[in-house]
């Protein structure tokens, strides 16, 4: 008993495969490029296309992105910053300090929460951050860390903006 949607399926990778051969073998026609989109609801539909990267996203390029933060801020604002900007659920933030890793924030576990919370209530002054230091933010609802540069911003920048 062969359902058939997976014989239709596994036939067209099969026939999708010997033309790829094909093509490689005598070098006829150019090969597939990267990415192809089969749709048989009504008929028989078939893309190939290659899938264009934006260079500025954060979650398949390693481009690091900016943050501006005003210099007399607390931690809590930049981590607030950061879960808004880019939704986050349980971030970890870490970064060198004077050639030292230090893990900033965490949540993963209790342990963790309780030695980092108090890192909340610090200015960033206080906990080291200059301007222009890298910070890595990780979290579950993301594929992969991201870079983080943070951008101090003087009060007088901040409301000259406003």
Avoid: W
């Amino acid at each position: 008993r062969i359902i058939p949607a997976v014989a239709s399926t596994n036939a067209v990778i099969a026939s999708i495969c010997a033309t790829e051969v094909f093509k490689l073998a005598t070098s006829s026609v150019l090969l597939m490029n990267n990415y192809t989109m089969f749709n048989d609801i009504e008929g028989i539909y078939m893309l190939t296309y290659p899938p264009e990267k934006r260079e500025d996203c954060p979650i398949c390029s390693n481009v690091p992105v900016r943050v501006q933060i005003n210099e007399t801020a607390k931690f809590q604002e930049l981590v607030d910053q950061l879960i808004e900007k880019y939704q986050l659920i349980a971030p970890l933030i870490c970064t060198q300090i004077d050639g030292q890793s230090k893990t900033l924030y965490m949540t993963s576990t209790q342990q963790m929460l309780e030695l980092t919370k108090p890192h909340l209530r610090m200015t960033l002054q206080e906990l080291g951050l200059t301007n222009g230091i890298e910070m890595l933010v990780g979290d579950p609802a993301r594929a992969s860390s991201m870079r983080v540069i943070i951008s101090l911003t003087s009060s007088m920048e901040t409301t000259t903006a406003k």
